[in-house]
């Protein structure tokens, strides 16, 4: 069974949409029920965060080894990540419009988020445009480091330091405080488990995918 | 007996507030909360055999580049 991960990650998934929706959750106000949209906005970012932390160590391993193929691996577990950091603020944008009152508020994380979007943007567009392919490769590879140290930037340090709607962010307590109790915990880290093998699992595809179409085109 | 009674009032709300916030209870017991789980799960699964699909066609064509090269 070389294949047991993605099982786990569909046995994860399904867990955690039934566990979601029928455990009981403690009671807050303004939130109400929508704080089960932890179990399912949270693990998107967890997931975009991995993933892009993944690239970048193969980023590094292409700056050792030159080898094409971390290369590729790099790009396309980005492609995968903004994939998941476009879920993470379409999910959240609803879920604030119904708890803080609108689509857009001028939340740091909010806004350091949609930050670190464009800046991966950027990484696809710049290794997009260049030719060569030791050189895209390469160029990439410095710029996906950097890519990965602002993002830790935006969403890990610069909104713990102001005020955030975030909870666990500025005077804002974090959910673990009290809000994350163990009910949700049991739904909660399998989720995001479950997602970010999912992220590895559609990766996984465009690697090999990637790697084929390489072979078609040396042949 | 003002701060027993203070206390008392604190409790007294926190316990109301915590009765006040409307929550599906009643909704998962019997407002047919299982259908919505239902369709949900449908629609993950669905996605995710599609997934297993696209693996097993990529799959298939990796044995082909094998053999031809």
Do not use: C
């Not at chain 1, 566990?19 to 959750?25: A, D, K, P, S, T």
């Not at chain 1, 857009?104 to 997009?128: E, P």
């Not at chain 2, 909704?27 to 949900?40: H, P």
């Amino acid at each position: 069974m070389r294949n047991w991960w993605k099982a786990l990650a569909i046995i994860l998934l399904v867990y955690s949409i039934i566990g979601g929706f029928l455990i009981e959750v403690p009671k807050q106000v303004i939130l109400y029920e929508s704080i089960r949209n932890l179990y399912f906005h949270v693990p998107m970012w967890f997931a975009m965060i991995t993933l892009f932390f993944i690239s970048m160590i193969y980023s590094i391993k292409n700056l050792s080894s030159s080898n094409l193929k971390d290369d590729r691996k790099a790009i396309e577990m980005v492609n995968v990540g903004i994939i998941f950091g476009v879920l993470g603020i379409a999910t959240g944008s609803i879920w604030a419009k119904f708890t803080w009152g609108a689509f857009w508020t001028n939340d740091v994380k909010l806004n350091g988020s949609a930050i670190t979007m464009l800046i991966y943007l950027a990484y696809v567009i710049l290794r997009g445009s260049i030719e060569d392919e030791q050189k895209r490769a390469r160029i990439a590879a410095v710029y996906n480091i950097f890519a990965f140290v602002l993002l830790l930037v935006f969403i890990g340090i610069l909104p713990r330091m102001t005020d955030s709607l975030h909870p666990g962010n500025g005077g804002n307590p974090g959910f673990n405080n009290y809000d994350l109790d163990n009910n949700m915990k049991l739904v909660f880290y399998p989720a995001v488990f479950g997602w970010i093998l999912f992220g590895l699992w559609v990766s996984n595809i465009r690697i090999r995918m990637a790697n084929l179409k390489e072979q078609l085109l040396d042949n | 007996m003002k701060h027993f009674l203070n206390i008392l009032f604190l409790l007294l709300s926190f316990s109301l507030s915590a009765q006040d916030v409307p929550m599906a209870d009643e909704m998962r017991a019997n407002g047919k909360i299982y259908v919505v789980v239902a369709v949900l799960v449908t629609i993950l699964l669905g996605m995710i055999i599609y997934l297993i699909s696209i693996d097993r066609k990529l799959k298939k064509l990796e044995k082909e580049q094998k053999t031809k090269s």
